[in-house]
């Protein structure tokens, strides 16, 4: 049963292209740089099961993410406990196993302590 | 002749899109999240100009760009001092007035110290 009832949230998920809507300094910021290899190959759907499931962890602020010719995905963070705790979700290390053996050419990962931010709006 | 110098050197530039080689953490990174206005209203080549200015200044360690519905660059520093006087060069703070009158309906800019990070190539 709490398997279906976290099925359904990641169903009712989308992945949102905006702005994140992070909380005054200071928290941390995990800033993912990628290049895929080509093709699909279950990506799209892992990479969207992966977005809702990292909305549902504790300490998690927002995301933001833009793919050109490399893809930058930053997630925010309340601190460093819940990077790390996100980091050994059972279902992300299988994901991430996926990402080295097929969907990554190279990719790089910081995590940054995230200590000023400025904001402007039309 | 320095004012040629300079956009000599910046005509040689092109936006890189790739992974920036950025040396081992510690460093600074500044995360520029922004959503464009309809139109490129010369943006395009301002942008690439900022690119190439942006390489020139001390502290410069890399940059990295990506857009979509949203786009996001990130840019590298030594430290925090390198960061405030890119802020301040005369060209960048046109560019960005320019930005917040044009080219943006809505921007945030984090500022964050970088202390670790992980790489993977295949």
């Known amino acids: 049963i709490k398997q279906n009832s976290r099925s359904n949230k990641?169903?009712?998920?989308?992945?949102k292209k905006m702005i994140a809507q992070t909380p005054p300094p200071l928290y941390y910021a995990v800033i993912f740089t990628s290049v895929r290899t080509p093709g699909d190959n279950g990506y799209a759907e892992m990479a969207q099961q992966m977005v809702a499931l990292a909305q549902q962890q504790d300490g998690f602020l927002g995301m933001e993410s833009a793919r050109e010719d490399i893809g930058i995905t930053v997630s925010y963070w309340k601190d460093l406990a819940s990077i790390e705790k996100w980091r050994n979700h059972i279902d992300?290390?299988?994901?991430?196993?996926?990402?080295?053996?097929?969907?990554?050419?190279?990719?790089k990962t910081r995590i940054a302590f995230v200590e000023r931010n400025n904001e402007f709006n039309r």
């Open 92 to 107: 992300h290390t299988i994901a991430r196993n996926q990402g080295r053996s097929i969907w990554y050419s190279k990719f």
């Open 10 to 15: 990641i169903a009712t998920h989308k992945l």
